[in-house]
Nanobody, 120 residues
Framework: QVQLVESGGGSVQPGGSLRLSCAVS????????MGWHRQVPGKERETVAA???????KYAESVKGRFTISRDNVNNTVYLEMNNLKPKDTALYYC??????????????WGQGTLVTVSS
């Protein structure tokens, strides 16, 4: 069963940096959109950044200029470089992949979530 494997969360002081990564566990037919979302208790999950197969990128206004999303199409991995982190960035970060798989068709996968804590 295909799944997403996330890594890179942790604790950092304000102004610090972290890099998240998310890999598809095995090759699938196509990977269209890869993205990162985050959620804090009591609030809805929000889209942080997304990147299409053609490298079209979208960021949430709150992270523009601080976060950078990129993808490795050979290894089906997406990265989120987070710089100048602020306490308001504290959340559980989830990776999401939209694509298609052999014998299944359309596919939407979510990672297990990785915690990012920004605190002094």
């Amino acid at each position: 069963q295909v799944q997403l494997v996330e890594s890179g969360g942790g604790s950092v002081q304000p102004g610090g940096s972290l890099r998240l990564s998310c890999a598809v566990s095995r090759p699938i037919l196509s990977v269209e959109i890869m993205g990162w979302h985050r959620q804090v208790p009591g609030k809805e999950r929000e889209t942080v950044a997304a990147i299409s197969k053609g490298d079209l990128i979208k960021y949430a206004e709150s992270v523009k200029g601080r976060f950078t999303i990129s993808r490795d199409n050979v290894n089906n991995t997406v990265y989120l470089e987070m710089n100048n982190l602020k306490p308001k960035d504290t959340a559980l970060y989830y990776c999401k992949v939209v694509g298609t798989d052999y014998g299944v068709g359309a596919l939407e996968l979510w990672g297990q979530g990785t915690l990012v804590t920004v605190s002094s």
